[in-house]
């Protein structure tokens, strides 16, 4: 018998005060990005033979730490997406903020699941949901849970409507036995998650009514109204209305008390994908326009859009908290709580959502709460708006640009125009343009279509953008412009 017996392996390190150094190094590392990101270019494409590093097969022996994050430092930090720079505009992308960052790493290093038992992270979640409430104007006896993001925050929500529909105790017997034809009404503009949502609850797409936009992109009340009066007519069973406060589009508002006038006078579900802009509550501007969010039945946001938290976190707030937990709560015996010990303390998380394992999520949103407190979000989110109606404005007093949105929220729309071009012309050049934005690592805004146009998209949820981006990107915007029509034909 050659074999030791007891063996003991582990995953720590043999030299601690090697990982220590290590770590050391990479806090350092970090540092130095953020505060140099300003001159770093926005994004840079990424050579073949690096991408081809990330087709191998597992690795069967390990190697030194330090050989590991040699790795990560060559292939992977100077690849990245980019919503970390100043000058990221594309999709609606958070910036993160560094306490943030060293909220996630101790959240990491901590490792609790926080779902069940005795321990301080689960009052910190705890915390952290009753000041989302508190933000957000929601009584005290609501509910609430932090997921992934806007998707799972509205899917959350929209099974909690789903499932207190009435009293056809839909979550014992599904959708199968309920004779009702239940409908979801949205705008065009609503994001597809709520959607997919609808498809992943049973209810399917067709259930799903569209209703049109006015000219600012919000839904139109009136046609709502006609929709739904025509669908009961028709025998189907209108229940949740979902209004979006600041689309995915142009961060257009829907108009959200008479959505709530509506629901009420349907008793139907009012919810608000507030994804992105229900935090524009904060902006003084905007806050009378958003007040109805505080009467809905629920709500989902984004914390690492607005509030600059890394990803991944969102949360849904539900108004009836007893409709939330009688929507999720399940008590199986490996889970069952104590009054006392380990398995004491709060209600159990799982009881308010689908997941059961969860990150320390909430101590990267209770730190950056706390260091910078909510009148500097305040600031920050004002400031982003202010900025979007600057850069507006350099739009308007430019005779080759036009707004092709009005501005709402941080979304600008604009695209280049040339007198005599075709809409396929103005397609093909605002296109050439953006892509040499985002490729000479100038700017990264993205794009949409509105009614045909093909336009550049500036959203701005980046709390490192100043004012003088916006003059430099206008600029570049043109210069491109030029330089290209000189070169190319159309
Ligand atoms: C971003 C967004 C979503 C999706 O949120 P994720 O965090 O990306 O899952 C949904 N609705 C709106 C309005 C959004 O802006």
């Given at each position: 018998m050659t074999e030791k017996k007891h063996e003991n392996h582990t995953l720590d390190p043999e030299n601690w005060d090697e990982i220590r150094a290590l770590g050391h190094q990479m806090i350092d590392d970090l540092v130095n990005y953020w505060q140099g990101i300003r001159e770093e270019p926005t994004w840079k494409p990424i050579p073949e033979e690096i991408k081809s590093t990330f087709d191998t097969v597992v690795p069967k022996q390990g190697l030194a730490p330090a050989q590991v994050y040699e790795q990560f430092k060559t292939t992977i930090f100077p690849y990245n997406k980019g919503n970390v720079h100043p000058r990221f505009f594309a999709w609606i992308q958070g910036t993160g903020n560094p306490m943030g960052v060293w909220g996630d790493l101790l959240a990491s290093g901590m490792n609790p699941n926080v779902a069940i038992g005795e321990h301080a992270p689960m009052y910190v979640d705890q915390q952290v949901v009753s000041w989302c409430k508190e933000i957000m104007g929601f009584p005290e006896n609501s509910s609430g849970i932090l997921v992934s993001g806007g998707s799972m925050a509205n899917i959350t929500a929209l099974t909690v409507a789903r499932n207190s529909f009435r009293d056809r105790e839909i979550r014992k017997k599904g959708l199968q036995q309920t004779a009702e034809k239940l409908l979801i009404y949205c705008s065009v503009e609503t994001h597809s998650c709520i959607q997919k949502a609808a498809e992943i609850i049973g209810l399917g797409t067709d259930a799903v009514r569209k209703i049109g936009v006015n000219k600012h992109f919000e839904m139109l009340t009136d046609e709502l109204e006609d929709q739904i009066r025509m669908d009961i007519s028709?025998?189907?069973?209108?229940?949740?209305?979902?209004?979006?406060?600041?689309?995915?589009?142009?961060?257009?508002?829907?108009?959200?008390?008479?959505?709530?006038?509506?629901?009420?006078?349907?008793?139907?579900?009012?919810?608000?994908?507030?994804?992105?802009?229900?935090?524009?509550?904060?902006?003084?501007?905007?806050?009378?326009?958003?007040?109805?969010?505080?009467?809905?039945?629920?709500?989902?946001?984004?914390?690492?859009?607005?509030?600059?938290?890394?990803?991944?976190?969102?949360?849904?707030?539900?108004?009836?908290?007893?409709?939330?937990?009688?929507?999720?709560?399940?008590?199986?015996?490996?889970?069952?709580?104590?009054?006392?010990?380990?398995?004491?303390?709060?209600?159990?998380?799982?009881?308010?959502?689908?997941?059961?394992?969860?990150?320390?999520?909430?101590?990267?949103?209770?730190?950056?709460?706390?260091?910078?407190?909510?009148?500097?979000?305040?600031?920050?989110?004002?400031?982003?708006?202010?900025?979007?109606?600057?850069?507006?404005?350099?739009?308007?007093?430019?005779?080759?640009?036009?707004?092709?949105?009005?501005?709402?929220?941080?979304?600008?729309?604009?695209?280049?125009?040339?007198?005599?071009?075709?809409?396929?012309?103005?397609?093909?050049?605002?296109?050439?343009?953006?892509?040499?934005?985002?490729?000479?690592?100038?700017?990264?805004?993205?794009?949409?279509?509105?009614?045909?146009?093909?336009?550049?998209?500036?959203?701005?949820?980046?709390?490192?953008?100043?004012?003088?981006?916006?003059?430099?990107?206008?600029?570049?915007?043109?210069?491109?412009?030029?330089?290209?029509?000189?070169?190319?034909?159309?």
């Open positions: 028709e025998g189907f069973t209108p229940f949740c209305i979902v209004g979006t406060s600041g689309t995915v589009n142009t961060g257009a508002i829907d108009p959200m008390e008479k959505l709530l006038s509506l629901s009420k006078k349907y008793d139907l579900w009012f919810h608000v994908d507030g994804a992105y802009g229900a935090l524009c509550k904060l902006d003084p501007i905007y806050s009378d326009r958003l007040k109805a969010i505080e009467e809905a039945d629920s709500l989902a946001f984004d914390l690492h859009k607005w509030l600059y938290v890394p990803y991944e976190v969102g949360c849904t707030l539900i108004r009836d908290k007893k409709k939330h937990r009688d929507s999720f709560a399940v008590n199986p015996n490996y889970l069952l709580q104590e009054s006392r010990g380990l398995a004491g303390g709060l209600d159990s998380i799982n009881n308010y959502g689908f997941e059961l394992s969860r990150g320390f999520k909430a101590l990267k949103v209770w730190m950056s709460l706390k260091e910078h407190g909510l009148e500097k979000y305040r600031k920050m989110i004002a400031q982003n708006n202010r900025q979007a109606e600057y850069l507006a404005e350099l739009v308007k007093s430019e005779p080759l640009l036009e707004l092709t949105a009005p501005v709402s929220m941080s979304i600008t729309c604009f695209r280049r125009i040339e007198p005599g071009f075709s809409e396929e012309q103005l397609k093909e050049l605002n296109r050439e343009i953006l892509l040499r934005l985002q490729e000479s690592g100038i700017a990264s805004p993205s794009s949409t279509i509105l009614n045909g146009k093909y336009t550049f998209r500036i959203a701005n949820v980046n709390q490192r953008t100043r004012f003088e981006d916006m003059d430099l990107l206008v600029k570049e915007v043109l210069r491109i412009g030029h330089e290209i029509l000189k070169t190319e034909s159309f």
